[in-house]
């Protein structure tokens, strides 16, 4: 697939993944459809985007727990933005690190509303053109989290096993249609991730990392691209990755 001119949508693209994935389809001259809840961080990588040869570049904010506000904001898509191509459904986030009976019901919440519901809402705005028009790919980040849950995790791992469902459901849907769907599964990348998942503490946070070489964002994106770039008929279902240093969710060698 060439991506020259094609039109790829980035949820969450004002950080991490979501933003080196915007980078790497920039790279293709594709064109990017940015969006976020933090518009200045938005304008700061779609500024960065341009340099590596975006086509052109749309952002818009958006907070993918609003059902309204996502259907608003395709049906509000400028003439020439309307026929997404690629959908990378990145948005999304981990709260707390508790067991069940010890968790923040607000952080349960967040983490369903934006990880599952919200990958849901924007997918159900979206798909519907790609069918009609008999054309796109929808990629998906999942998480090996998704595969195996670990301890205090239970929700966070719940919230993409969920994902794990909706994307073999998804691509079970539009089975008979040229439409592509895909999951990324990765274990430990160094992004904010786990500064969110702690509310703000940078100490705890950087010690998830500690002695380990983490995956980066671009290594994922990376991946996403890859499998957009496929050849037309390949559907690429589910990658799972991982650091050397991590055999699974819980089991990680530090130096
Ligand atoms: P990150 O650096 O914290 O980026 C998360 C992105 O999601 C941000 O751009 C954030 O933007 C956006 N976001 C969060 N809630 C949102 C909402 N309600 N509406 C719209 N956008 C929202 O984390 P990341 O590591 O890149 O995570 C990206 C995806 O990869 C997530 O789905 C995560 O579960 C998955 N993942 C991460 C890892 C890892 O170890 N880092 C491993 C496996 C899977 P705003 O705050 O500006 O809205």
């Known amino acids: 697939m060439k991506l020259q001119g094609k039109i ?6 004002s950080a991490g993944i979501g933003a080196a994935t915007a980078m790497a389809f920039a790279g293709e001259g594709a064109k990017l459809l940015l969006a976020a809840r933090r518009v200045e961080k938005l304008a700061e990588i779609a500024d960065e985007a341009r340099k590596y040869g975006a086509q052109d570049i749309h952002t818009f904010a958006l907070d993918v727990r609003d059902n309204d506000a996502v259907v608003a904001a395709i049906a509000a898509l400028p003439e020439g933005w309307r026929e997404i191509e690629v959908l990378v459904n990145n948005a999304g986030l981990s709260r707390g690190l508790e067991k069940v009976y010890e968790g923040k019901i607000s952080d349960w919440d967040e983490m ?17 053109g790609m ?9 998906n980040l999942g998480s090996i989290a998704g595969h ?3 301890p205090n995790g239970a929700v966070y791992c719940a919230t993409k096993a969920a994902e794990k469902a909706i994307n073999d459901g998804l691509r079970q849907d539009v089975l008979g249609t040229p439409i592509r769907v895909t999951s990324v599964d ?3 990348v160094q ?13 705890r946070a950087g010690n998830v990392y500690k002695g380990v070489k983490a995956l980066t964002a671009e290594d994922i994106a990376d991946v996403i691209l890859w499998a957009a770039t496929r050849p037309a008929h390949v559907n690429i279902a589910d990658v799972v990755l991982t ?8 089991m990680l060698v530090r130096d």
């Open 191 to 203: 992004t904010d991730f786990s500064l969110v998942r702690f509310h703000g503490d940078e100490d």
């Open 112 to 128: 369903i509303d934006t990880n599952v519901k919200g990958l849901l809402y924007v997918t159900r705005a979206v798909v519907p």
């Open 186 to 188: 990765p274990g430990m």
């Open 243 to 250: 650091p050397v240093q991590q055999a699974n969710p819980y």
């Open 148 to 150: 195996i849950t670990y």
């Open 131 to 139: 069918v009609e028009r008999k054309s796109g790919h929808v990629i």
């Open 8 to 13: 790829v949508f980035v949820t969450g693209a």
